[in-house]
T-cell receptor, first 111, second 119 residues
Framework: SQKIEQNSEALNIQEGKTATLTCNYT??????LQWYRQDPGRGPVFLLL?????KEKRKERLKVTFDTTLKQSLFHITASQPADSATYLC??????????FGAGTILRVKS | GAVVSQHPSWVICKSGTSVKIECRSL??????MFWYRQFPKQSLMLMAT?????????EQGVEKDKFLINHASLTLSTLTVTSAHPEDSSFYIC???????????????FGPGTRLTVL
């Protein structure tokens, strides 16, 4: 069966450290994968998109990797700040170009 | 990115009543919009794809007669939850595709969501 898995347990880190979140998928062959941020009671906000032929993408303090062999994407936030605390969702395109989302990982950055 | 608004942001209704949620694409014309539902601590689940000027496409397991979608203009799609029941209580979110030319056409821009509580 098709699955998208993100760490269900919250990730707690200290301010200034690098946060690394994982997204694994099974039985999908996505052309691209996206990461979104969602704050409580709000809609998701797009952060980064990485295509299947790209290994890594960066935007300011954010970095995403995409390994189609391992079927895994890693999302890094360097020099993390308390304001980075949120739920981070990965999403990939499925048949019909629809977006399929993981359940998200809660990140808590403590000062 | 594109700006999407939703109205209302929250609504409480009695069981058996109908509720309409509006989704507006504020800065460009969206021929396609998407409606999602999210239960607490779960992922967004696509309910339907709303196409301007034609019938919506519903995902498997979503009752089209219960969740009525109307996409009458390029800037407005509405979702009506008919005869709502407590199990319909959820967070409903719409999105449009990023075809503004400013970014990837594969990106979706989401509205702020509507919290529906059915008593």
């Amino acid at each position: 069966s098709q699955k998208i898995e993100q760490n269900s347990e919250a990730l707690n880190i200290q301010e200034g450290k690098t946060a690394t979140l994982t997204c694994n998928y099974t039985n999908y062959s996505p052309a691209y994968l996206q990461w979104y941020r969602q704050d409580p009671g709000r809609g998701p906000v797009f952060l980064l998109l990485i295509r299947e032929n790209e290994k890594e993408k960066r935007k300011e303090r954010l970095k995403v990797t995409f390994d189609t062999t391992l079927k895994q994407s890693l999302f890094h936030i360097t020099a993390s700040q308390p304001a980075d605390s949120a739920t981070y969702l990965c999403a990939l395109n499925a048949k019909g170009n629809k977006l399929v989302f993981g359940a998200g990982t809660i990140l808590r950055v403590k000062s | 990115g594109a700006v999407v608004s939703q109205h209302p942001s929250w609504v409480i209704c009695k069981s058996g009543t109908s509720v309409k949620i509006e989704c507006r694409s504020l800065d460009f014309q969206a021929t396609t919009m998407f409606w999602y539902r999210q239960f607490p601590k779960q992922s967004l689940m696509l309910m339907a794809t709303s196409n301007e000027g034609s019938k919506a496409t519903y995902e498997q397991g979503v009752e089209k007669d219960k969740f009525l979608i109307n996409h009458a203009s390029l800037t407005l799609s509405t979702l009506t939850v008919t005869s709502a029941h407590p199990e319909d209580s959820s967070f409903y979110i719409c999105s449009n595709e990023g075809r503004s030319g400013r970014g990837s056409t594969d990106t979706q821009y989401f509205g702020p969501g509507t919290r529906l509580t059915v008593l």
